[in-house]
Antibody
């Protein structure tokens, strides 16, 4: 059974940092391109970042809204993908989903609230 | 960025009828390999999005054949035949032709 479990969300003040973790199982993680997608309180879906696999040199891509503030990374030995979020803004408030294998696999999501 | 624009459904849809959801892209989603890089998702209330179709018309694993995707390079349709209660939710299209990947605003399907 495929599982993706996100952790690390919570309430954080503007300008602070947070790191999300997505632990996976049930598929060949090392071959998978992994993405983070977020959903705003208004329910709009926004793609955040992608990291490709080793054969593609772990290339990374970002939405313009997070470029320079967020970093996606992975650890194939742990079948996990991460999202380091720095300089958080109130508009980063959303449910963050980990997704993989061409958006076929999704986690349950983790809430990130940025507020003073 | 490629802008994805979704249509509105005349809700509610009677159970057993068909429903067609439309999506338009600001740029062709056809890649040089001939494939059209358009995904459809369904998000049921309280759940994560679920991939329905990719490459415009290929159903994801386990997805009912009542769902069928079609279209051209910039105009797409997801048809749901014999609508059932479990089909209720918000449908999103997404382009994966270019970075950044972009989603449509969603189309809500309610059943009568």
């Amino acid at each position: 059974e495929v599982q993706l479990v996100e952790t690390g969300g919570g309430l954080v003040q503007p300008g602070k940092s947070l790191k999300l973790t997505c632990a996976t199982s049930g598929f060949t993680f090392s071959n998978a391109w992994m993405d983070w997608v977020r959903q705003s309180p208004e329910k709009q879906l926004e793609w955040v970042a992608q990291i490709k696999d080793k054969s593609n040199n772990y290339a990374t891509y970002y939405a313009e809204s997070v470029k320079g503030r967020f970093t996606i990374s992975r650890d194939d030995s742990k079948s996990s993908v991460y999202l380091q979020m720095n300089s958080l803004k109130e508009e980063d408030t959303a449910i963050y989903y980990c997704t993989g294998w061409g958006f076929d696999y999704w986690g349950q999501g983790v809430m990130v609230t940025v507020s003073s | 960025d490629i802008v994805m624009t979704q249509g509105v459904l005349p809700n509610p849809v009677p159970s057993g009828e068909s429903a067609s959801i439309t999506c338009r892209s600001s740029k062709s989603l056809v890649y040089k390999d001939g494939k059209t890089y358009l995904n459809w998702f369904l998000q049921r209330p309280g759940q994560s999005p679920q991939l329905l179709t990719y490459w415009m018309s290929t159903r994801a694993s386990g997805v009912s054949d009542r769902f069928s995707g079609s279209g051209s390079g910039t105009y797409f349709t997801l048809k749901i035949s014999r609508v059932r209660a479990e089909d209720a939710g918000v449908y999103y299209c997404q382009q994966v032709r270019e970075y950044p990947r972009t989603f449509g605003g969603g189309t809500k399907l309610e059943l009568k």
